[in-house]
């Protein structure tokens, strides 16, 4: 008697304005399904913005608790935070005190889950692959790139350069071409880093340009989206490896 895949919920608090993460980390997933037995469902709940503003990242995060527990009624498996820098916006460290929260909103609601974040899922890929210093290409205005820069230093990983867009709208940052960073990463200064951060933003598509920058510049190179899926991976205690989305999805980490 054969039995059916081992099948798992993945849950996704989003902004409201975001249609990349709904899109990316399912893709990740299903070409994970292709070398390996376990299948993944979707789940999402949303938190109001539009403009990717200090001011708007603040009151959108404040929603983040009611999805937590609309997710958890779902039972997901893993509940991810889908926006780093909502999270990295708001303080040092803050990705940790988020996590916290979170889980126990689902705990309160008699449906605990793991809870991760693309902050925290970014800077925790980054160390686990040894990255000590990279260079980043975000969409964000340079005051947010700051932040963000900032915060990646915070937690111990040296950033030698950084590129800003500086797109506001947070539906354009989602309307970029996935192919676009593999022509942005040309004005990234590389030289003498560990790895490159080729959308330092889960809104930004960019798996389509994963695979071809690591080939091209012989570095590692990591998306949030893809440190995304890795910490989700991991915290499902299941092998993080997808094709062709860069280093830290090879199944050596």
């Known amino acids: 008697m054969t039995t059916s895949p081992r099948t798992l919920r993945i849950g996704q608090i989003v902004p409201s304005s975001n249609t990349t993460m709904e899109t990316e980390i399912p893709a990740m997933l299903h070409l994970r399904e292709t070398i390996a037995a376990e299948r993944f469902t979707f789940h999402s709940s949303r938190m109001r913005m539009k403009q990717v503003t200090a001011a708007e990242l603040a009151s959108m995060d404040r ?101 800003s867009l500086e797109i506001a709208d947070n539906l354009k940052v989602g309307a970029q071409d996935p192919i676009a960073p593999a022509s942005h990463v040309a004005r990234l200064d590389t030289r003498g880093v560990d790895a490159v951060v080729l959308s330092a933003c889960v809104q930004m598509p960019s798996l389509a340009s994963i695979q071809p920058v690591q080939d091209r510049l012989g570095l590692p190179v990591v998306t949030a989206a893809a440190a995304t899926v890795y910490r989700m991976l991991k915290v499902l205690d299941l092998e993080a490896r997808v094709p062709d989305a860069g280093e830290l999805l090879t199944g050596k980490y």
């Open 63 to 163: 929603e983040s608790d009611r999805c937590a527990q609309e997710l958890s009624d779902a039972r997901v498996d893993v509940l991810g935070y889908a926006c780093l820098v909502a999270i990295m916006s708001q303080g040092l460290g803050y990705h940790r005190v988020s996590q916290e929260r979170l889980h126990q909103a689902t705990v309160d609601n008699g449906a605990p889950a793991p809870v991760i974040s693309s902050a925290g899922a970014l800077v925790e890929g980054l160390h686990a692959i040894g990255a000590r210093k990279v260079s980043i290409l975000t969409p964000y205005m340079k005051p947010l790139t700051r932040l963000v820069v900032d915060y990646i230093e915070n937690e111990g990983i040296e950033v030698h350069d950084s590129l």
